[in-house]
DNA sequence: ATGAAAGCGCTAACAC
DNA sequence: GTGTTAGCGCTTTCAT
């Protein structure tokens, strides 16, 4: 037995890496056997323990040798560890999972990048599912991730009141993303939108207008929406009349219908606040039809302050949130309970980016 | 013994979930221990077997009481079937993996989203990952996915040649997205850029233009791009000048940027070809801030027809290439060879759509 | 520093 | 129609 052990665990060359079917058939050609660690071990005459302590650099020290022929024998056979079986072992698979309203929108576009990069510095990768604005899908994807086993979900939900008992229970960590309130029970990140519509507002009244009308979205999470709220108490603390709200989906489309309203409305503002990039870039286009200039006939402010703001006619100021922050704190909760703040809601600051619609800078 | 299996396997109520420590000691109280299909089994009185039958209705059959035993006590449990252990034991993990240079850009948004849809109809999931441009991010995250063992790969590369020979080779299908040209050995799919290019410079000469310039992106993956090489034959065939190139990045900046040295330049062109809805808007955007108008002054024409393109000022003329056909034949080519055309390469003809900018519409 | 071996939870061939 | 059971490839404790 021992010469056999010899040629077993010796380094000669490995003269069949083809496995055989079980009747001594020769397997399907095409897609050939997976390389495991017990081919390496064996390749490189190690036990299958040296080679998992080689891979994961732990928890044993390998001697530097050992070390190297192992690595070689990885190189050369190929090897790359299965991520289903560690997986499995480590009750961990190592991935998050993001549900998301609509990856095209350019605000969730941004965030989920963000969240990506945030999870993949962490070592994570990440399972993104779009709900498309449906409860329905949203609990199916939320379902399946679970059942994936992810390690931590993301959601930006499309529910007011989304039932994360069932996965909670499971002990999967879950943080609520978009978040105008804390939801007891749940773990949520938000932007403080009263606030940012409130300095919007202001910087309005500040180019003294006085009718300021607001393009709103449809905000399925909450009854009234902080936008709404912190629009509609600046302009009454400051003695203004009440504006008038026009509703719409959260879209380039939602947004031009409004604008359409707006302009054909008796009383038309002088000023505007929209509730997304997408929403104002549709006002825009109402509003530029109408052969209406901005900000010289009516001024405009937008949420979220993405790219394509920047680039619409004219540049939009908007109310940025803090995408990147919010991204980081989102996984770091997740992955890092404890270490950052464990409130159960946390809010972020908004900042105002001064560009053209607000009629800061003359036109060029 | 009887006595102690009729009570295991009865249908008695569930005294103790919780599970203990293997010292007696009651776990950690926190991630409470996972619902596997054996506490499913012995609640309802079968075997795993039958338990794994009703869950994939397969490959036994199983009589209808037994079946709504199973089912009452995966509810009751709260079961969820361990993805990765099944994805060990199945040697397929119904992941997708999607590498793209940036999911913040509109095309790829729209291009991944529709991705995902595709994949979710076949029931399998989809692993986001950005190359951000980088060629090594790149080739990290095809490694990274081979290793988490996706059932296929999806792969807009910043590469002219990606070696995915190492990928391949593990027996994992990929396909190419966004591609100009067949690539020897790899599976690739793309849009008749040169066509498209001929299209929208054709369209621009119906409207008198004689000089057509280009704003073009770096692209990483041909020496010459289809819709240089297709603007540039037609300005040939057509015995017009010769138009200059702007290059740039493939981004509203980059646009901008081109858009610039364009008018400054002093031989301006009275029609541009952009080669994405991005480069457009940027272009659009020095246009505008050089008192320029679009399409009287310079008309231009974009590629791609993303939904911002829409809603540009004015709307941009553009080449539409067919995102969700490309996708399901994508995910198609992937998941099911054979059936869908098993042609290395597969070109998908675009359309243009007529907006503002090339002038068919009056201003209005 | 290295090896043997016990599972992680699931599927399906096979026996009944 | 139902049960038994042998792994899938990996990690890690414990022994050497």
Redesign the pocket.
């Known amino acids: 037995m021992s010469g056999f052990r010899e040629f077993e665990?010796g380094h000669s060359t490995w003269g069949n890496l083809e496995k055989v079917g079980p009747m001594g058939m020769s397997a399907d050609p095409s897609p050939r056997?997976?390389?495991?660690?017990?081919?390496?071990?064996r390749y490189a005459?190690?036990?299958?323990?040296?080679?998992?302590?080689v891979?994961?650099d732990?928890?044993?020290?390998?001697?530097?040798?050992?070390?190297t022929r192992v690595r070689e024998a990885i190189r050369l056979l190929g090897?790359?560890?299965?991520?289903?079986?560690?997986a499995?072992?480590?009750?961990s698979t190592e991935m998050l999972g993001l549900v998301i309203p609509d990856s095209t929108n350019p605000f969730f576009a941004e965030l989920s990048h963000a969240i990506e990069d945030a999870a993949n510095e962490l070592g994570y990768a990440l399972l993104l599912t779009n709900s498309n604005g449906s409860i329905a899908t949203e609990r199916k994807h939320v379902q399946n991730l679970s059942s994936r086993r992810v390690d931590g979900l993301l959601l930006a939900s499309v529910e007011p009141h989304p039932d994360l008992g069932r996965f909670t229970e499971s002990g999967i960590p879950a943080v609520l993303l978009n978040r105008n309130e804390p939801l007891p029970g749940s773990t949520s990140i938000g932007v403080d939108l009263v606030q940012g519509a409130r300095t919007a507002v202001e910087h309005l009244i500040g180019h003294d207008h006085t009718d300021i009308d607001l393009v709103m979205g449809a905000n399925p999470v909450a009854p009234i929406d902080g936008r709404e709220k912190g629009w509609r108490h600046t302009l009454a603390e400051r003695g203004l009349p009440e504006g008038v709200v026009y509703r719409g989906e959260f879209s380039r489309r939602g947004g031009y219908d409004a604008g359409q309203r707006l302009v054909a409305s008796r009383r038309r503002p002088t000023a505007v606040l929209a509730s997304s990039d997408t929403q104002a870039v549709g006002v825009l286009r109402a509003l530029h039809e109408a052969g209406l200039h901005v900000p010289q006939d009516i001024a405009l402010v937008s949420f979220d302050a993405s790219q394509e703001s920047e680039y619409a006619w004219p540049a939009l100021t908007a109310v940025r949130q803090p995408i990147h922050e919010m991204a980081r704190a989102a996984v770091e909760k997740l992955l890092k309970p404890g270490e950052s703040g464990d409130e159960e809601h946390t809010v972020f600051p908004t900042e105002m980016l001064i560009r053209r619609s607000c009629g800061c800078t003359p036109a060029p």
Chains 1, 2 share one sequence.
Request: net charge positive; charged share 20%.
């Open positions: 665990r056997p997976a390389v495991t660690r017990a081919d390496v071990a005459g190690v036990s299958t323990a040296v080679v998992s302590y891979v994961n732990r928890p044993n020290k390998v001697a530097p040798a050992t070390e090897y790359r560890p299965n991520g289903a079986a560690r499995l072992k480590l009750g």
